[in-house]
Structures are given as C-alpha cells and as structure tokens.
C-alpha cells in the first residue's frame, strides 16, 4: 500500500482507530485484565466463602446470583448513565466499585453480609463490563473488530484461566483473605490505567457525538443473539458455582475449570479471525451445540465418580470453545446490527444476557438441585441450550443473506456510479 499523508494525519487525529496495536487499546485490555482479576476468580471463591459460613446449595448459588442480580440491575438503567457518565469514567467508577468492597468479605462468612458485599461489587462489574466492550467498538474500526474482540476476550478470559482455579487452590491452601485483598488491589489498580485512556470523537472535530441510539428496531435486530447468549450462560454460571461441589473429588475441579477458561480463550480468537475473513456468525450454530454437549458431560461428571476427572476435563474443553466462539459472534453481530450510534446499546444488551445468563443459572441449579441433584441440574442445563441450536443456526443463516445482500446492493451502486462518469 503506498503512503498516505492523509492517512497518516488520520491516524494521529483518531489515535487507535487505526487498528488494535495502538496505546489506548492496550490500556483498555490492561484495565480489563486487572478488572477481570477480580471478578474471575470470586465466581467461585465468594461461594465457597458463604459455604465457610455454613449456607446451604441455596445461599451459595445466590452469592453468585446476586452479584449478576445488580449487574443486570444497573444494566438496565444504562441508557441513563450513557447520557450522563463517558464510556471512560464509567471504567474508572466501575473498577473502584468492584474492587474496594472486596476487601471487606473477610469480615464475616455470614450469608447476608456475603450477599450484601456481593451486591455493591456486582454494581461495579455491570459498568465494566458494558463500558470496556463498548470501548471495543468505539477505539476499532469495523474491518478489524473482530480481531479486537478476539484480543478483548483474551484480556477477559486470561484472568479465568489463571485466577478462576488460582483462587479456588489459593482459598484453601493460603487462605480466603489472601485471595480478597489481591482481588481489590487488581481492580482498584486499573481505575488509573482507564483514566490514561483517550477515546476519540467519531463525529469528527467542532461536531458534538451522536446520541446513544435505542429503539424497536434495535432491539429487535439483536434479539436472536441475546437469546441464545442469556440460555448458554446459565451454563457457566451454573458450573463456576457449583462444580467444586459436584465432583466426588473437589481438586478436580481445579484442572476442569482452568481448561474450560482457557478453551474459551481460543474460541473467542479462533471466531474473531473467522468473523473478519469469512463473516460473522458462521460458528454460531456449532457452537451452541458445542455448549450443550459441554454441559452434558458435566452432568455426567458429577453423576458418575469413577473417571470424573477425565470427563470434566473434556466437558470443559467442549463448552468452553464452543462458548468463547459464540461470545465473539454475537457481540460482533450486535455492534454490526445496532449500527454505529448503538454501540453502548450492543454492549449493554449482550452484557445483560451473559450476566443475566450467569446469574440465573447458579441459582436455577442451586434450587433444582434438592430435587434433582447437581448432576440432574446440570442435565436441564445441556436440555435447555440444545432448545435454542435451531435458533442459533436460523440466525446466522439469516445473517449471511443479510450480508451478502448488503454486499450486491454496495456492487450494484458502486458499478452504476462509475457508469455515470464514464
């Protein structure tokens, strides 16, 4: 490609829009590893804290579903914090909420305190996790944000990987107070590293930016990937919960839960190449069926003792690529859907389905399971997510029409154009 003035003017005006190499970019991934840090590995600590105190399935699996609760809660109320906080500042007040409660578990293993403190961090993840994949699609533009979601998915899983069994093996080797107060440092750290970041106008100079867009049209273009994203999540919410328990041995939930993290790391990359070279939503199919299969094998883990080990660990490997796979397709989808002033929509309605998914799932398990047992529990979770495969498979279908459509019409218009100036 031969130099270009203009191109490189353009580049220092808009800094990362350039691509995902640049400076605010990797401040972005950064805030959202030490974030991350904190969430990831409370999924299970933080239950098994309640557990400490002596609560039941019930009170175990609400820790988790609490803090999905308000993350959902402030969620919905996204549309009025747009209007009022930047995508950046919600990052700053969203890491310090996080991560400054977390110091205050260690107080007490009662389940109202674990659930109030839970509650307060769970309204600081909501504006996380909505403002940093927003900030995706805000710093990147569209021909390579697949790749960027993919390098997004990798800065949220990476702290899965490492600190999701980390914390669970440091909880009770070194003790649960360890595990808090480096949790709380990590995300209150990346409050600074949010507030380095520098998110350009897209309006252009002198221009105000374009208002959030949010309507019936909207929603209803992201509504086939919000539902097969929200029914897939009660699955890892049901597992980060609950799988320590169900095993006969709990040490091998350790293994389980690092490769399951670390599986969707890969599928998250593997579908960000995917969706920029061949169009989104290709994997959206196989994937959930993926997840279902996954889940499964879970079920089966925890019904059966002998080899659980073994079946756990390639239940992990199964649902977590097919579910890294489908988290990149449907965000990808629902930026592209949602059009550029709906980007903060995209990313509050698909953090929603995923929280909501999350939360709903271990407290469906936690209450199904006095009546069906974990392994039963987990059964009706791989039943509920074979339900949407034909979903999942309609949409994408439908997407790829869509698009190449989209492309003949571009043709179409481009060829009578240069007719005209012939």
């Given at each position: 490609m031969a130099f270009s003035p203009?191109?490189?003017?353009?580049?220092?005006?808009?800094?990362?829009?350039?691509?995902?190499?640049?400076?605010?970019?990797?401040?972005?991934l950064a805030a959202t590893?030490?974030?991350?840090?904190?969430?990831?590995?409370?999924?299970?600590?933080?239950p098994l804290w309640s557990a400490e105190g002596g609560s039941g399935y019930t009170a175990v699996g609400a820790a988790t579903g609490v803090t999905m609760a308000t993350t959902v809660g402030v969620q919905l109320c996204m549309s009025w914090l747009l209007k009022r906080l930047s995508l950046r500042r919600m990052l700053i007040i969203g890491s310090l909420l996080l991560g400054l409660p977390t110091f205050v578990y260690p107080v007490s293993a009662a389940m109202d305190w674990v659930l109030a403190v839970s509650a307060v961090r769970g309204v600081g993840f909501g504006m996380v996790a909505v403002a940093g994949s927003a900030l995706v699609a805000e710093l990147i533009p569209a021909d390579s944000r697949g790749r960027a979601v993919g390098w997004y998915g990798i800065a949220v899983g990476l702290p899965q990987v490492v600190c999701l069994p980390l914390g669970v093996w440091a909880a009770e080797h070194i003790g649960f107070t360890a595990v808090?107060?480096?949790?709380?440092?990590?995300s209150v750290l990346a409050?600074?590293?949010?507030?380095?970041?520098?998110?350009?106008?897209?309006?252009?100079?002198?221009?105000?930016?374009p208002r959030p867009r949010t309507g019936p049209v909207q929603l209803r273009a992201v509504s086939r990937p919000f539902t097969v994203l929200i029914t897939t999540a009660c699955a890892l919410g049901a597992v980060t919960s609950f799988?320590?328990?169900?095993?006969?041995?709990?040490?091998?939930?350790?293994?389980?839960?690092?490769?399951?993290?670390?599986?969707?790391?890969?599928?998250?990359?593997?579908?960000?190449?995917?969706?920029?070279?061949?169009g989104v939503g290709r994997l959206m199919g196989p994937s959930v069926l993926a997840c279902a299969v996954g889940m499964g094998g879970f079920g089966l883990a925890a019904a059966h003792p002998g080899g659980a080990a073994a079946v756990s660990g390639a239940a992990a490997v199964?649902?977590?690529?097919?579910?890294?796979?489908?988290?990149?397709?449907?965000?990808?989808?629902?930026?592209?859907?949602?059009?550029?002033?709906?980007?903060?929509?995209?990313?509050?309605?698909?953090?929603?389905?995923?929280?909501?998914?999350?939360?709903?799932?271990?407290?469906a398990v936690g209450l199904t399971s006095y009546a069906l047992g974990i392994d039963g529990a987990f059964a009706a979770a791989a039943t509920l997510i074979l339900l949407v495969v034909p979903l999942a498979f309609r949409d994408a279908r439908s997407g790829r029409l869509a698009a190449s459509a989209s492309a003949s019409a571009q043709g179409h218009s481009a060829e009578t154009t240069a007719r005209k100036r012939q």
């Amino acid at each position: 490609m031969a130099f270009s003035p203009t191109r490189r003017h353009r580049s220092s005006a808009e800094g990362i829009r350039t691509g995902p190499a640049g400076r605010d970019f990797f401040l972005l991934l950064a805030a959202t590893l030490g974030t991350f840090s904190n969430y990831a590995p409370l999924l299970s600590v933080a239950p098994l804290w309640s557990a400490e105190g002596g609560s039941g399935y019930t009170a175990v699996g609400a820790a988790t579903g609490v803090t999905m609760a308000t993350t959902v809660g402030v969620q919905l109320c996204m549309s009025w914090l747009l209007k009022r906080l930047s995508l950046r500042r919600m990052l700053i007040i969203g890491s310090l909420l996080l991560g400054l409660p977390t110091f205050v578990y260690p107080v007490s293993a009662a389940m109202d305190w674990v659930l109030a403190v839970s509650a307060v961090r769970g309204v600081g993840f909501g504006m996380v996790a909505v403002a940093g994949s927003a900030l995706v699609a805000e710093l990147i533009p569209a021909d390579s944000r697949g790749r960027a979601v993919g390098w997004y998915g990798i800065a949220v899983g990476l702290p899965q990987v490492v600190c999701l069994p980390l914390g669970v093996w440091a909880a009770e080797h070194i003790g649960f107070t360890a595990v808090f107060v480096t949790a709380g440092v990590l995300s209150v750290l990346a409050a600074p590293l949010a507030a380095a970041i520098r998110v350009p106008a897209p309006a252009g100079p002198g221009r105000p930016r374009p208002r959030p867009r949010t309507g019936p049209v909207q929603l209803r273009a992201v509504s086939r990937p919000f539902t097969v994203l929200i029914t897939t999540a009660c699955a890892l919410g049901a597992v980060t919960s609950f799988l320590p328990l169900a095993l006969a041995q709990p040490s091998a939930a350790t293994p389980a839960l690092f490769l399951l993290t670390g599986a969707v790391i890969v599928g998250r990359w593997v579908a960000g190449i995917v969706s920029d070279r061949s169009g989104v939503g290709r994997l959206m199919g196989p994937s959930v069926l993926a997840c279902a299969v996954g889940m499964g094998g879970f079920g089966l883990a925890a019904a059966h003792p002998g080899g659980a080990a073994a079946v756990s660990g390639a239940a992990a490997v199964i649902y977590g690529l097919g579910f890294g796979a489908l988290q990149n397709d449907t965000l990808v989808l629902m930026f592209q859907r949602s059009g550029p002033n709906g980007h903060g929509m995209a990313s509050t309605l698909w953090n929603m389905a995923y929280d909501a998914g999350t939360g709903a799932g271990a407290v469906a398990v936690g209450l199904t399971s006095y009546a069906l047992g974990i392994d039963g529990a987990f059964a009706a979770a791989a039943t509920l997510i074979l339900l949407v495969v034909p979903l999942a498979f309609r949409d994408a279908r439908s997407g790829r029409l869509a698009a190449s459509a989209s492309a003949s019409a571009q043709g179409h218009s481009a060829e009578t154009t240069a007719r005209k100036r012939q």
